[in-house]
């Protein structure tokens, strides 16, 4: 266990983690950077994680800035940031990039702090407790012909890193096992069909694949699950980074999820070896120097260069935000809605009041056999023999309320067989099933079912009997 969390490690694993945090978040800073009064600020509307009404006594909750110092202190995330990414003052650009996102995030619960922001905070945090910065940086390139070696980084930082992707792939499994409609694909679907979480054409074309939902969705809580058992053994480590890689570009192309998926890529080069390195890139003996001297000459003036460049980045972000911090930055006032208007608003018809009930029903399905958990029904849907039961199965979209439903079977010779009950607003799923046993009963021929909610029509489903 000592060795496990003390040995020694090359840096060059790590550089390329710090590389990568660097890369994905200062892409995330500037996409939010010409937003940033309106996000952040005291002239725009932020929304903290820990509001004051909600909070009281809260001990760190971050008060928002004016605009001018809002934007000077999103414009030095943007340099500590990039300043990560070539690795020039690495440890100071962590601890700077760390507590600014950190105090930013706080300010806007609604879109900047996240699962990948809380991710992105704790690899920033432990990279700084490496040596990261001593291989492919600026802080190597400095230090070239003053030392004979670069030390080392203990292997704790790293560690817990990867005790971290293991953290977040086990919740992650033991949320979904949780949830009664992910095993069957239902949440999947609804989240690919969702315009924040799903869209795009291999997403949409997803979403009507019952049978690859099901399969993805299971899939999806195995690897959660056999990631953080198998990573650890030396012959499947690298296949399950590589299953790693792939399920992470999946959820890029077919979800919405931020960042969260470069985040997660990122994270896992904690995981990669020297020799990994080694086999792809060729042996680091040439980046590390090779003579001796002293160094303290050569940090007091990157410490001196970092902070002028810093300070001229700053003075340039604010002088050229597209917003500008003149007249045209007074604070945003709401105008109250009139009486009439809010009226209008809270009294917006139902799809009940409506008589749009098949608005509540998402899909309606037949099958001569239904799932253990009454939420898919399988099987042939057209074509059923004798003996069979055919099975109905609705799907509802919540929320709904309580609904009368009524199932009816109309047979070749226009007798009706009805199966009506109440509802409840909580259920998800309407089933139903006739057994075509008895000739007398249930003759060959054409069958329709038709479904009613409270009266009305919602869906009319056809199949054949035969003997």
């Known amino acids: 266990m000592k060795a496990f969390f003390f040995a020694p490690k090359s840096p060059r694993p790590l550089a390329l983690l710090r590389i990568a945090t660097g890369m994905v978040f200062l892409y995330d800073a500037v996409v939010r950077w010409p937003f940033a009064v309106e996000l952040y600020s005291t002239d725009g509307l932020p929304m903290p994680v820990f509001p004051s009404e909600l909070f009281p006594g809260t001990h760190f909750a971050p008060l928002p800035l004016s605009a001018f110092w809002t934007v000077a202190l999103h414009s030095l ?31 806007d619960q609604a879109g900047t702090f996240k699962k990948y922001s809380v991710i992105g905070l704790h690899l920033m945090l432990l990279l700084s407790f490496t040596r990261c910065g001593g291989a492919w940086s600026v802080d190597a390139l400095l230090i070239r012909g003053h030392r004979q070696f670069t030390r080392l980084s203990f292997a704790w930082p790293r560690r817990l890193i990867q005790v971290l992707v293991i953290a977040v792939y086990l919740g992650g499994a033991m949320t979904k096992i949780r949830l009664p409609d992910f095993a069957n694909g239902d949440l999947l679907m609804f989240s690919l069909l969702d ?115 810093a300070g001229l980045l700053i003075s340039a972000g604010v002088a050229l935000h597209n917003d500008g911090m003149g007249t045209q930055h007074s604070r945003t006032v709401f105008e109250p809605i009139d009486e009439e208007t809010s009226v209008d608003i809270l009294a917006s018809l139902t799809p009940a009041q409506e008589g749009r009930y098949d608005d509540y029903f998402h899909r309606v399905e037949l099958g001569n056999r239904l799932s253990s958990d009454g939420t898919r029904a399988l099987g042939s849907a057209s074509r059923f023999q004798r003996g069979m039961t055919v099975h109905a199965c609705a799907r509802l979209i919540q929320n709904h309320p309580p609904l009368q439903i009524e199932w009816t079977l109309i047979r070749p010779d226009g007798e009706k067989v009805q199966f009506a009950y109440q509802l409840a607003a909580s259920v998800s799923h309407a089933t139903v099933g006739f057994a075509l046993t008895e000739r007398d009963q249930t003759p060959a021929g054409e069958y329709r079912l038709i479904l009613r909610a409270d009266g009305y029509d919602v869906a009319t489903r056809g199949f054949i009997l035969r003997e």
């Open 77 to 107: 995330l943007v340099f500590a940031l990039v300043s990560v990414t070539i690795g020039w003052r690495t440890r100071t650009s962590l601890w700077v990039a760390f507590a600014i996102s950190l105090w930013l995030g706080l300010l």
């Open 195 to 309: 315009d924040q979480w799903g869209g795009g054409y291999l997403g949409h074309w997803l979403s009507t694949r019952p049978n690859l939902l099901i399969l993805a969705s299971i899939g999806t809580v195995l690897f959660e699950i056999a990631f953080p058992l198998l990573i650890w053994n030396p012959h499947l480590r690298r296949p399950m980074l590589v299953l790693a890689v792939a399920f992470h570009l999946m959820l890029a192309t077919t979800m919405h999820l931020g960042i969260f998926s470069f985040v997660m890529l990122a994270a896992l080069l904690a995981f990669v070896e020297e020799r990994d390195v080694n086999r792809l890139i060729g042996n680091g003996k040439s980046a590390f120097p090779k003579h001796a001297g002293s160094v303290g000459r050569t940090s007091a003036l990157s410490a001196v260069s970092w902070a002028l460049a």
